[in-house]
């Protein structure tokens, strides 16, 4: 998400056995999570900001901008909470379930990584496979190639 949780993760992800795959934002990485009290912890998601109305489930850079959708959704009256999943595999299965479990709130992932394979699907397959039948949304990039560049340049391209 941002420099902070690189600065967190490098070590536990060079302690830790087996392969891994860190996904990284390019140039200069602003800094998000330092106003959230936010503590890396391998395979271990955490509630950034509370909220009663709508849940994101959000990873890498678009826990920053799930952030910055509760800050516009809270001057229309909407509590959004967000909890951010730094690690897909392995999945913090228990913390989304009890996030979901509080009931009520539809349920939506954000994620910078194709609909197809990533944390969305990881989340739906999570709800299905323990009776959570909510209302669920995915936002993703589209299952196709797709190109590379910058990151302005992408979202004028996909949305």
Known sequence: CDALEIEQAIPQIAAHNGPVYMRLLRGQVPLVLDKYNYQFKLGKAQVIKPGKDLLIISTGL?????????????????????????TIKPLDEQTILDEV??????????????????LGEAVGSLLLRNGQHLRFDMIGLPDAFLDAGALPTLHDRYG
């Open 62 to 86: 678009l826990t920053m901008r799930a952030l910055e959708a509760a800050e516009e959704l809270e001057k229309e009256g909407i509590e959004v909470s967000v909890l951010h999943v730094p």
């Open 101 to 118: 479990a509080k009931g009520g709130r539809p349920v939506l992932t954000a994620e910078n990584h194709s609909v197809i394979g990533g």
